[in-house]
């Protein structure tokens, strides 16, 4: 695995370490005729953190994706990888790069153990280094007792760990993953954030697109949220939620013949209501849907019981903290996206 190459700083009674930037963008741009897929973004992506993109379909996370993964070139700005130039330098970096892609391209015909040694080969390496790797890769990914099967009939969590596995042969600086989970069951997903999360302790740094927003919120450390091709929030997830929503959201559910007048009357809650209660936090705010009405507020309990003073009763209630998928939500709209 890749080992932790940070710089050591020194002060007077106190060691920092500045953690090294693997990937520096800098009015990163991509157009493909006169569609702007990645319009001039900024950011920094330092070794050994956990990085993702989230965005809607469209947004540009993949056009981005593809850019640091030296297979499109930018098409203006700054972008340097591993301190190399993509363009100049595209296969020296890919081959210190792992790749996971959303759909497995593993060998069906192959047994999961040729899978691993037939890509060794891809990057040069001796024989005997792509074995021991390989034996060590499938115990890592649980699957050393499945090695001499045919990959066909694994199931597609066992097709995704070993799609990990092969991406690691090449003891890569970066791993690129996209929607690492996608259509695997919640126990697969959770045996995939395992092992992601164990690479994180080793010192791998991990690049990530996910639409799975508690995925996001378990495997970064830091993200960006993009939107018509431009980045609109970074931060931690923590930081984010902070930042664009409020500590808790209550979810209202009501007859449906009063739910557009029980909306209209909760408006007096928020800020420019006129019901003079006044929010404990700024960022309140009301979002009616088809069938509930969400409130994000400081106190979902207090605010409960406002709405039952006012006349009001829920047929269901629900009090809960804010996600990043509320944030998302609130960034990018809940316009569907094709």
């Known amino acids: 695995m890749a080992e932790n190459r940070s710089e050591s700083v020194t002060t007077p009674g106190i060691l920092h370490r500045v953690p090294e930037v693997l990937v520096r963008a800098r009015g990163l741009t991509k157009r ?15 070794q050994g953190e956990a990085f993702g993109f989230l965005g809607p379909n469209g947004a540009g996370k993949s056009s981005t994706m593809r850019m640091i993964g030296c ?16 363009v100049r ?40 280094v792509i074995r021991e790797r390989t034996q060590a890769l499938l115990d890592f990914v649980q699957l050393a007792d499945r090695a001499k099967d045919r990959v066909e009939p694994l199931s597609g969590g066992m097709k995704r760990r070993l799609t990990i596995a092969r991406s690691l042969i090449n003891d890569p600086d970066i791993l690129i993953l996209d929607e690492p989970t996608t259509g695997l069951d919640p126990q697969a997903r959770h045996v995939v954030w395992d092992r992601l999360f164990r690479l994180k302790q080793r010192g791998v740094t991990l690049i990530l697109t996910t ?21 609109v929030a970074e931060g931690t997830p923590r930081e984010l939620i902070e930042r664009y929503s409020t500590p808790e959201v209550l979810e209202l559910r009501f007859d449906p013949g009063m739910h557009e007048q029980a909306a209209e009357k909760i408006k007096d809650l928020l800020p420019g209501g006129s019901g003079g209660w006044t929010p404990r936090i700024d960022r309140a ?19 409960l019981a406002t709405v039952r003073e006012m006349g009001l009763e829920p047929l269901t209630e629900l009090v809960r903290r804010s996600t990043l998928e509320d944030v998302f939500l609130h960034l990018t709209g809940r316009r569907l996206v094709d």
């Open 89 to 128: 330098d595209g296969a020296a970096i890919r081959a210190r790069l792992g790749v996971v892609p959303q759909e497995d391209t593993l060998d069906i015909e192959l047994t999961v153990q040729e899978n691993l040694l037939v890509y060794g080969r891809y990057f040069g390496l001796p024989r005997s």
């Open 211 to 231: 639409h799975y927003m508690d995925e996001a919120e378990q495997l970064c450390d830091r993200l960006v949220v993009m939107d018509h091709a431009k980045i």
């Open 71 to 86: 297979v499109s070139p930018p098409t203006m700005g700054e972008l340097t990888i591993l301190g190399q130039d993509p």
């Open 285 to 303: 705010r009301s979002e009616v849907l088809a069938d509930r009405i969400l409130l994000y507020v400081a106190d979902g309990d207090q605010t």
């Open 32 to 46: 493909f005729g006169s569609f702007t897929a990645v319009d001039g973004i900024d950011f920094d992506l330092y």
